[in-house]
């Protein structure tokens, strides 16, 4: 059955979205294991570069409605978490 009306328009407002969010949350992901990347070489400078880009990513995405803004925080804390477990 082929949409019509206001359900078509809804179904291209909604694939739009879809595609844009996915786009968002594969630039999240990447900046997640950039952070884990740096932790993992004991690398203090680059893994609080990385958090402060990830941070940012992510508040935009949250702010968008892609994440919900406690998951957001949730994911920030515990890499901040991780990040400041290095030696200094």
């Known amino acids: 059955m082929i949409a019509k009306g206001s359900a078509a328009k809804r179904?291209?407002?909604s694939e739009r979205r879809r595609i844009s969010n996915?786009?968002?949350r594969s630039r999240v992901r990447t900046s997640t294991k950039n952070?884990?990347?740096a932790v993992e070489s004991q690398d203090r400078s680059a893994a609080d570069t990385a958090l402060r880009e990830?941070?940012?990513l992510i508040d935009t995405a949250?702010?968008?409605g892609v994440y919900h803004p406690n998951?957001?925080?949730r994911k920030k804390s515990r890499l901040a978490q991780r990040v400041n477990r290095l030696p200094a």
Do not use: E, N, P
Request: net charge positive.
């Open 71 to 73: 998951t957001a925080a």
């Open 62 to 64: 949250a702010g968008k």
């Open 35 to 37: 952070v884990l990347a």
């Open 11 to 13: 179904h291209r407002q």
């Open 22 to 24: 996915k786009s968002v």
């Open 54 to 56: 990830f941070s940012k």
